[in-house]
């Protein structure tokens, strides 16, 4: 049998768009000799319709889109994702096509609920062994814990989460029990660096365990805002790895396919390890692709940054600039404007020429390679795609230092982006004065520090927004989630922004990451940054200002906020784990630090309430609507610290 999985770039409730990659995927099946098909989970509705899961309209206009999908189905079985709601439930289900015919639908039995899920709030798990009966317009199909049979061969279902139970829970076991030969999983499974490594062991060692072919099919790309899903596509068979595709494709359908012959012997094997793989290169391409994709369904026409020359501002500018380089290699680049939405014919034809060559489509996805290796024509193309993408401002004060300027100014003229240098003094000294006016006393760097910093940052942001508003640009806010954790930002200013795109990472993965791309991608300029000390250069010069003088050090700050966040660790076990860990520092500077941690991350819950959506990138964040959850107001853990 030839086997495929399909990896869909959906939307949530965009049926139009929904149904066209869907159809799109079958018809690419069939050309290729497909016999049975998997889309990914959800794919008819999108996985991030959130709270509309609830509602009844949106699993009966499913139900009826799904008849549309009926006729495309001759001379081929596929499976489709989307949620049914019976009695007041929703279970997520895979409904089962061939011929024109509904065969049923496989319900999905455990549902994630820990990290960036929540299913349980929209869907109830179907228990093992039930079965029930769903109408639509007097025609009826079964519904639940189903095996289907298809050209002879007995497959059933692990829907996402349901393969990563142990093994005395899992569907697995008792699909086998039942004389399945086949296990077909349709994925909604989210990015985050290294994860692929985890995904392909439990399918190999799944596949081996039950001495089964497993189908596995992921989502891809920036579906709603906040995750990013790979695409990844798995064929295994008894331990042998028959098919893997390349993830991260900027296709909005990925189809890869191989044959299995369920009549020859195939040993059961070991499983093969993947190769380590390089975070640094995986972040880039899931950067990459999420800022395509929110960039063209938001409908805007690119990005606006205020270019500061420090590290997380010059990351997000290489990542919009890593966007183009990548989106053109695989696309071509009249596709890569297409799909943009933001660019007349004319441009296109302009730019990307009348005979301009389009790549293999069914080739492997992001064609990554080095600057060196494009050519100079190719180069240059991306380059003004780059300044039509991307606007950058340095926003200066009398505290801004000529390094900073120097290392944004040939961070845009390398990228091609389009670049402005204003000033911000007079805005500033004229919202100082209004303030000293009011309260009758000067302000001073010793007794309103603090106020004079922030409204440097916050003066910034008006008119970078303005500048956004009139482009119909999506606005960058720079922030890492080192400085969400303590707070060390301004409000309304350095925070101000429609994305943010790098704050799912570190602050030391992003200095390590800078010195990656200035070495492996080859952006010369970037070596400006990666010579300075990270500063938020609001105080006056000779202050000397750096980042990890106001906080502590960035790989101690990462290092408290994964054992008290991730680990789930108390302020006790903290320090106990520091102090076994870093021999080298005295233990009391070990406890100041605790101590400061805490007392910030508790007292500054509320700005990451209110910080611009993020992307999921690492294996935890700490935004408060897609992975951690923390009161406003608590006791900010007063006799925790004084317990130390």
């Not at 000799?33 to 996985?47: I, K």
């Not at 609920?113 to 179907?126: A, I, K, L, Q, T």
């Not at 993020?614 to 608590?634: G, K, T």
Request: proline share 5%; net charge negative.
């Amino acid at each position: 049998m030839r086997l495929a999985g399909a990896a869909l770039n959906q939307i949530p409730f965009d049926w139009h768009h929904n149904l066209r990659t869907i159809r799109e995927a079958i018809e690419q099946a069939k050309a290729a000799g497909v016999d049975l098909l998997c889309l990914p989970e959800l794919s008819l509705t999108g996985y991030g319709c959130e709270d509309l899961f609830l509602s009844d309209w949106l699993s009966a206009s499913a139900l009826e889109y799904l008849q549309q999908i009926r006729p495309w189905t001759t001379g081929i079985l596929v499976c489709v994702g989307l949620p049914v709601r019976i009695d007041g439930r929703t279970y997520n289900t895979a409904a089962v096509l061939r011929d024109g015919e509904i065969l049923g639908f496989a319900a999905k039995q455990f549902l994630a609920n820990d990290g960036v899920h929540y299913e349980p709030r929209f869907f109830n798990s179907w228990r093992a062994g039930e079965t029930t009966t769903i109408e639509w317009q007097g025609e009826q199909w079964p519904l639940g814990d189903l095996v289907f049979e298809h050209q002879g061969v007995r497959f059933g279902f692990e829907i996402c989460e349901d393969a990563w139970r142990p093994a005395a829970d899992r569907p697995a076991g008792r699909l086998m029990e039942r004389g399945v030969q086949l296990i077909v999983n349709p994925s909604a499974s989210h990015f985050a660096m290294s994860k692929t490594d985890v995904r392909y062991q439990l399918v190999l060692q799944a596949s081996r365990k039950y001495n089964c072919t497993y189908l596995y099919a992921n989502l891809l790309g920036n579906e709603a805002g906040r995750i990013i899903y790979d695409g990844e596509i798995l064929v295994a068979r008894n331990g042998h790895l028959l098919l893997r595709n390349q993830l991260l494709s900027f296709k909005e359908v990925d189809l890869e396919c191989t044959d299995v012959d369920f009549g020859a012997d195939l040993p059961p094997t070991d499983v093969v390890p993947l190769p380590a793989p390089d975070e640094y290169r995986e972040l880039n391409q899931a950067l990459s692709l999420a800022l395509f994709d929110y960039m063209r369904k938001a409908r805007s026409r690119g990005f606006v940054l205020s270019l500061s020359g420090g590290a997380d501002s010059c990351m997000c500018a290489v990542a919009v600039a890593e966007m183009v380089r990548l989106g053109t290699a695989e696309l071509g680049t009249a596709e890569f404007m297409r799909r943009a939405g933001c660019f007349t014919a004319e441009e296109i034809a302009t730019l990307a020429g009348p005979v301009a060559p389009v790549p293999d489509q069914n080739a492997p996805g992001p064609k990554d390679a080095s600057l060196s290796l494009l050519n100079q024509e190719q180069k240059s193309i991306n380059q003004k795609l780059t300044g039509r993408l991307l606007t950058t401002a340095y926003q200066g004060t009398v505290n801004s230092s000529d390094d900073t300027f120097q290392s944004a100014k040939e961070l845009a003229d390398e990228l091609g982006g389009i670049f402005f240098d204003w000033t911000i003094d007079g805005e500033v000294e004229g919202y100082v004065a209004k303030i000293e006016h009011a309260l009758k006393r000067p302000l001073t760097w010793q007794t309103d520090d603090l106020a004079l910093q922030n409204i440097q940052a916050r003066v910034r942001a008006p008119g970078i927004w303005l500048l956004a508003n009139v482009q119909n640009c999506l606005l960058l806010t720079t922030s890492n989630r080192s400085e969400a954790s303590v707070g060390y930002c301004t409000m309304d200013g350095d925070t101000a922004g429609s994305i943010s795109p790098i704050a799912g990472v570190d602050k030391d993965f992003v200095k390590k990451w800078l010195r990656w791309a200035e070495k492996e991608l080859g952006y010369q300029a970037l070596r400006h940054v990666n010579a300075l000390q990270p500063t938020a250069e609001l105080r006056p010069l000779e202050d000397k200002q750096t980042d990890e003088r106001d906080l502590m050090p960035y790989v101690l700050l990462n290092r408290i906020e994964r054992l008290a966040f991730y680990d789930r660790l108390s302020p006790r076990q903290v320090l106990a784990t520091l102090v076994h860990e870093e021999t080298t520092t005295d233990p009391e500077q070990l406890k100041t630090y605790v101590k400061r941690f805490y007392s910030l991350w508790a007292r500054n819950q509320w700005k990451r309430e209110r910080y611009a959506p993020a992307f999921h990138l690492d294996d935890y964040n700490v935004d408060p609507r897609s992975w951690l959850r923390f009161p406003i107001l608590s006791g900010g853990f007063t006799q925790e610290l004084a317990s130390l």
